[in-house]
């Protein structure tokens, strides 16, 4: 068997049924490439070693309670034994609930949050916490309380954000998954940094129950991996419904998984590369060459391309601002915490202050009427295509900005300027590393990873995880950045 950090998830779930690696095995491995490789690319904010060890020899008893001959029967959980860290974001009873942010230190999460009850059902085991920027709000994770997560290609790089200390935790060969969450980009914008996978669900096709609730719907759970079927598995097990949703969609025909091995018939593919949301935006020669890349792949397999217009005006995206901004002054902060919080954070909070709530409501409408403006601009299509950023991934500290907070928020629009629209439509998007491109900047020449994205519409996973899976057979990429410790 090659090293367990080299195994996809299904891969290592399948190992440790066949009997090849125990869970305990796996969780002294993982633990130990996570002490070691974890502060390299800032992965962690904290290790649950201790809970680790207790689940691992929890999966054995379950393993040997069914016996050798039963293990396959579908008896076991599916990814008995496979380390699957929970971004902090996210309530892990008896865990630190820090939230990436000094204000909320020494919380501890008195609950399991629904997708970490679903991890835990589906045998995987939780290994730490990953890092997140202050409350999850910039495409950067450089958070004051912990070092900042970095992209394994390139150390002086961040990994993306929010869902950066997971993604570095993927990308690094710590673990094969890790959860994330995604409001304006958060999974699919480290995946594209890192050279990884990573889905952005529909709006309602992920649970945010029992505890949690949908609000302004901009935001949802997901995974981030290597490999579209381990992305598409996932969201098998993260697909399950809680009393009391707010939206609910039909399951997959069969399974998500399943959908992989489907050869989707010829698609009506849209292909834009200029910015949505900041008119005249940058954009990188590489995020070009990974459309166009993209886009020669998809012809040769029979897809029908033709180009996709702007769906809306950049000053329409302003829609998004009172949502976001009010959802941010919605965080829990006592009042004698507020100076503890980031310049970015202080100022979207002030932001939300200044919003009425007849403003409010007109952001709700207004945005409901983007959704509808959208699906007609597109309607000609099946699939949408751009790049995932707009620029190669960003040195540490390049759009950090505390002295102008307003300047920060300007950079990372620039930087982001097509992952937000699909939160702001509740449609379904994934990144995929289909492009490396050398990147020349300062005194360093580097290979660095250029994500493509693909939206399809509400609820259309299964088409989204085949033409995936038909990309990633028709052009692998590789499991692990260049001089990544394997």
């Known amino acids: 068997m090659t090293q367990i950090?080299?195994?996809?998830?299904?891969?290592?779930?399948?190992?440790?049924?066949?009997?090849?690696?125990?869970?305990?095995?796996?969780?002294?491995?993982?633990?130990?490439?996570?002490?070691?490789?974890?502060?390299?690319?800032?992965?962690?904010?904290?290790?649950?070693?201790?809970?680790?060890?207790?689940?691992?020899?929890?999966?054995?008893?379950?393993?040997?309670?069914?016996?050798?001959?039963?293990?396959?029967?579908?008896?076991?959980?599916?990814?008995?034994?496979?380390?699957?860290?929970?971004?902090?974001?996210?309530?892990?009873?008896?865990?630190?609930?820090?939230?990436?942010?000094?204000?909320?230190?020494?919380?501890?999460?008195?609950?399991?949050?629904?997708?970490?009850?679903?991890?835990?059902?589906?045998?995987?085991?939780?290994?730490?916490?990953?890092?997140?920027?202050?409350?999850?709000?910039?495409?950067?994770?450089?958070?004051?309380?912990?070092?900042?997560?970095?992209?394994?290609?390139?150390?002086?790089?961040?990994?993306?954000?929010?869902?950066?200390?997971?993604?570095?935790?993927?990308?690094?060969?710590?673990?094969?998954?890790?959860?994330?969450?995604?409001?304006?980009?958060?999974?699919?914008?480290?995946?594209?940094?890192?050279?990884?996978?990573?889905?952005?669900?529909?709006?309602?096709?992920?649970?945010?129950?029992?505890?949690?609730?949908?609000?302004?719907?901009?935001?949802?759970?997901?995974?981030?991996?290597?490999?579209?079927?381990?992305?598409?598995?996932?969201?098998?097990?993260?697909?399950?419904?809680?009393?009391?949703?707010?939206?609910?969609?039909?399951?997959?025909?069969?399974?998500?998984?399943?959908?992989?091995?489907?050869?989707?018939?010829?698609?009506?593919?849209?292909?834009?590369?200029?910015?949505?949301?900041?008119?005249?935006?940058p954009v990188h020669p590489g995020a070009r060459a990974a459309v166009d890349r993209a886009a020669r792949l998809l012809e040769g397999l029979g897809h029908h391309l033709a180009e996709a217009p702007v769906p809306f005006a950049p000053e329409q995206w302003d829609a998004f601002m009172p949502l976001w901004a009010v959802g941010v002054l919605g965080a829990p902060v006592p009042p004698e915490q507020e100076e503890l919080l980031v310049p970015l954070t202080r100022w979207m909070r002030e932001l939300g202050r200044g919003f009425t709530g007849a403003q409010y409501a007109q952001a709700v409408t207004d945005v409901q009427r983007l959704t509808r403006q959208t699906a007609l601009a597109w309607s000609a299509f099946d699939v949408i295509l751009t790049p995932t950023l707009a620029q190669p991934p960003a040195l540490i500290g390049a759009l950090r900005d505390d002295s102008d907070p307003a300047g920060d928020f300007a950079a990372q629009k620039a930087f982001t300027p097509w992952t937000s629209v699909w939160n702001l439509i509740g449609a379904p998007a994934i990144s995929l590393p289909l492009h490396r491109q050398v990147v020349d900047e300062g005194d360093d020449a580097r290979e660095l990873p250029f994500g493509v994205m693909l939206g399809a519409r509400l609820g259309q996973e299964e088409t989204l995880l085949a033409l995936a899976a038909q990309l990633e057979a028709a052009d692998p990429w590789p499991m692990f950045a260049p001089g990544v410790e394997i």
């Open 5 to 281: 950090h080299e195994l996809s998830a299904l891969d290592l779930a399948a190992a440790v049924r066949a009997g090849q690696v125990s869970p305990s095995e796996i969780a002294d491995h993982t633990l130990e490439r996570a002490r070691r490789l974890g502060p390299q690319v800032g992965a962690f904010v904290h290790l649950a070693e201790k809970r680790a060890h207790a689940q691992a020899a929890e999966a054995e008893e379950q393993l040997a309670a069914v016996g050798t001959a039963a293990r396959d029967d579908g008896v076991l959980p599916p990814f008995l034994g496979v380390p699957a860290p929970v971004k902090d974001l996210t309530m892990v009873a008896g865990l630190p609930f820090e939230c990436g942010s000094a204000a909320f230190a020494g919380n501890v999460a008195s609950v399991d949050d629904g997708v970490v009850t679903l991890l835990r059902a589906a045998g995987t085991l939780m290994v730490g916490k990953t890092t997140t920027p202050e409350l999850g709000l910039p495409p950067y994770t450089e958070p004051d309380v912990a070092p900042p997560a970095r992209t394994p290609w390139d150390l002086t790089r961040s990994a993306g954000g929010s869902s950066g200390g997971a993604a570095a935790a993927v990308a690094a060969g710590i673990v094969p998954v890790a959860h994330g969450s995604d409001g304006g980009g958060s999974i699919r914008i480290p995946a594209a940094a890192t050279g990884l996978v990573g889905l952005k669900p529909s709006r309602g096709r992920i649970s945010s129950g029992p505890y949690g609730v949908d609000g302004a719907g901009l935001g949802v759970n997901g995974v981030l991996t290597r490999t579209v079927r381990d992305t598409a598995a996932f969201l098998d097990v993260l697909a399950q419904p809680w009393p009391g949703d707010h939206y609910l969609l039909p399951g997959p025909r069969s399974t998500f998984l399943q959908a992989c091995d489907q050869q989707p018939a010829p698609l009506r593919v849209g292909v834009l590369t200029e910015p949505v949301n900041v008119a005249g935006a």
